[in-house]
């Protein structure tokens, strides 16, 4: 025992000496957490009310950083309600993986809110605070988000996508800012939401899209919406001064609409609704509600016209010999020929007859015998024959079924006037509808879509159905007749960025450096989306200016989302055009598309935006033909970068934000595809460029929106 003791006094100083250095260097902290908290520190600029927070080094779980929580290694809440901290909260937020509980509230934060922050938190609280600009789309992606707070700051932007995905929100509140137009349609998706705060903003149109909700308080006031309270909110704790309510009864509903009924959420005081009818707003529904009694009735009538048509057809043509000879004759299926005259007088179809295929005339011939199975034998044969499809594929619920008829009329039977462009998969046509609306529709190309696939078209238009971002072209309709598929989107009145850019016209004056940035930094949100947010990944695998459309107010939306991921024969046309100049070098010699070869595609874009050339221009010398090869060794030169600069610039542009642009440039067009960033580290970088841009006066200007007829004009000072 001497011994040890006598080796303690010898060496214990120095042991315990070993152990403080390997905890200092080591840390109990996971160093990416650590290094997020460093970067909030700074961007926060060091309060000296932090205590134990530092810059350079430390520990935060180890040294029990203020307000932060850990859970063995890993960050997992931070608290820093009401400590008067100013600055931003940095950058490097989304390392943060295992953080649950972010509140930065009641502070005196400005500037935007970071763009790439925790995907995993379950509550975010950035109350009273002084945010500006819009709220960030990343927030989407955080699907164990139960309670956001963003209120009392000056926020002014509100992507509609934002909710469609976030089943477990119960609490929002994003109340007292500047939030304009209309309530986004992802409000329907929030079906886990039992609160919701709007008051003292400056939303207008009606609040319709909150009807079904299972809310128990909402708070409306001080706005500008317009229209009726619908029903099913009127039994729950609502407040609504403030807004301009149309005054007398609500209108009825349509004819066939399901009575208004109260969501199993809305109570009020344990009493009823005056919408919930009978039912006890504190005790479990059972049977049948209102809308499916409605079902029911609609399915009947639909049978019934059925049976009615084909009972008329017959008394119609009993004297037929051809009929009359059928009723003593097995049933047969229709040849092949039979099917394409069906097809030849098919009319616009609906969802209650989209599984299964008649006409008003055809000519049946017997069977082999062992073709009639599936039929019950012991029915009379004088029953009308329906082909049953042997794999029906359901219609898309959430975008119009039309009929090639009233795609003719809208397009003028598809004339050259209507002709708005045609691309890899098709042409696209200009369509009025009588309604007003103005539509884009693209015709695929039978090459790409052969006549025979029908349902996997529908397929596909289900899945391309599902596809909603603020950036991404939003698809409103389909068609499917005659060997016919065609796709109906959205219209943008300033068309696309490579007319823009190439095609310009009197009335067109060039795009600011603001805008550039802007269309740069949507179109990079876009392929996050499709990379990053879907599940499975999505692939655009056509990624060009011709693709990416401006709306009025020059926000970019990618067209062609999802197309060439379910057409059967996209990469075989795709790679006839792999010499256009936006194709990855992996791409030309394997004709393989990956993430990364968007993300090359994308950095083509980026350079069209900066130089103003085409990506291939074979008038050009040979060492100058590819845009990608001739910019690629000047974009870190700053005297270089500086001529190769689109000259309808006239120089307005901030030199340290052009030189990030090309930094991020370089990174996309890498000819390696392993070096190349994922999306959301492009996004980040973009944000980064647009947050510390110091924008001088020279460079705040006007775009004119008015390139094409109809456009407005736009305030670019965005990045200000």
Known sequence: MMMIMEIWGKFGGFLILLICISRCINGDTDPNDASALRTMFSSLNSPGQLAQWTANGGD??????????????????????????????????????????????????????????????????LANNQFTGEIPYSISAMTKLTNLNLGHNQLNQLNDGLFYKLPSLSTLDISFNQLPN????????????????????????????????????????????????????????????????SSGPAPPPPPGTPPARRNPGHSSGGGKSPSSGSDDGGSKKSGIGGGGIAGIIISILVVAAVVAFFIVKRRSKKRSPDIEKLDNEPFAPLTSNEVKEMKSVQTSSTAATKTFDTTASFNLRPPPSDRHKSFDEAESPKMPVVVVKKKPVAAPIDVTSYSIADLQIATGSFSIEHLLGEGSFGRVYRAHFDDGRVLAVKKIDSSTLPVDMSDDFVEMVSKISELHHPNVTELAGYCSEHGQHLLVYEFHRNGSLHDYLHLPDESNKPLIWNSR???????????????????????????KSANILLDTELNPHLSDSGLACFLPNADE???????????????????????????????????????????????????????????????HDIDALAEMVDSDLNGLYPVKSLSRFADVIALCVQPEPEFRPPMSEVVEALVRLVQRANMSKRTVGTDQGTSRPGGDNQDNEYMS
């Open 573 to 635: 046309v795709l790679n006839r055009d792999a010499s256009s100049g936006y194709s990855a070098p992996e791409v030309a010699m394997s004709g393989q598309y990956t993430l990364k070869s968007d993300v090359y595609s994308f950095g083509v874009v980026m350079l069209e935006l900066l130089t103003g050339r085409k990506p291939f221009e074979s008038s050009r010398p040979r060492s100058e033909q590819s845009l990608v090869r001739w910019a690629t060794p000047q974009l």
């Open 182 to 245: 209309n309530l986004p349609d992802s409000f329907r998706n929030l079906s886990s939401l039992t609160a919701l705060y709007l008051q003292n903003n400056q939303f207008t149109g009606t609040i319709d899209v909150l009807a079904n909700l299972p809310l128990k308080d909402l708070n409306v006031a001080n706005n500008r919406f317009t229209g009726w309270v619908p029903e099913q909110l009127k039994g729950i704790n609502i407040l609504k001064d403030g807004n301009s309510w």
């Open 517 to 543: 940035v802007k269309i740069a930094l949507g179109t990079a949100r876009a392929l996050e989306y499709l990379h990053e947010v879907c599940s499975p990944s999505i692939i655009h695998k056509n990624i």
């Open 60 to 125: 935060p779980c180890g040294e029990s950083w203020k307000g932060v929580t850990c859970s063995g290694s890993r960050v997992t809440e931070i608290k820093l309600s009401g400590l008067s901290l100013s600055g931003s909260m940095g950058w490097s937020l989304q390392s943060l993986t295992a953080l649950t509980n972010l509140d930065m509230s009641s502070n005196t934060l400005a500037g935007g809110i970071p763009y790439a922050l925790p995907p995993n938190l379950t509550q975010l609280n």
